[in-house]
């Protein structure tokens, strides 16, 4: 929440590492629920690339699994097969990656949207996010130092693309026309 000084980030950011980060054997400290949480400091601090390293350790298995649902527990063999609580993938995924606000935790507008991809290690990203008007799409490729971005809103929705991280030090096009 912006309360802690640069010190603190950089112990903080060691401990993510040691807890989650790819060396890091998998943690039973965090639970999906607790995912959503963690995945919101990561994101919050500027550590793009563990939230999505995390997703990928800790909620590929469920995807890979014959059932294909969410556990409430990141080991299958606790707790129920199907939980809600550990969607927050899902969350980040529209949020983060694709870019679109939902207005949490800052408030948004959803009549004046800033889309605002970014990711440290994906290539590419497509998803539909839910909006009150209607739905928002949004795709984007990176294409060597290009990020070649499409969304579509629904009418009435003013929309600016300004991506972050990473992604913000490519050339941009959107639907097809170059930014300048």
């Known amino acids: 929440w912006g309360l802690t000084t640069p010190s603190q980030e950089r112990t903080l950011q060691a401990f993510w590492l040691e807890q989650l980060g790819p060396d890091a054997p998998r943690s039973r400290e965090v639970s999906p629920y607790g995912g959503f949480f963690v995945l919101g400091a990561l994101y919050r601090h500027g550590h793009a690339g563990l939230a ?4 990928r350790r800790y909620w590929a298995p469920m995807l890979a699994d014959p059932e294909g649902t969410l556990w409430e527990s ?6 129920t097969s ?3 609580w550990s969607a927050a ?12 606000p939902l207005g949490y935790p800052e408030p948004a507008d959803p009549e004046r949207m ?9 290539s590419w990203a497509r998803g539909r996010v839910p909006h009150p008007r209607g739905v928002i799409d949004v795709e ?14 629904p009418e009435g929705v ?7 991280g990473r992604l913000a030090a490519l050339r941009l096009e959107v639907n097809g026309q170059l930014q300048e």
């Open 52 to 55: 999505e390293d995390f997703m």
């Open 74 to 79: 990141f080991d299958r063999h606790f707790g």
């Open 82 to 84: 199907s939980h809600a």
């Open 89 to 100: 993938p899902t969350y980040y995924l529209s949020t983060q990656v694709l870019g679109v």
């Open 114 to 122: 800033v889309i605002a991809p970014q990711a440290e290690s994906l």
């Open 140 to 153: 984007w490729r990176v294409e060597g130092d290009l990020l070649r971005l499409s969304v579509s809103a």
């Open 158 to 164: 003013a929309y600016r693309v300004s991506p972050r």
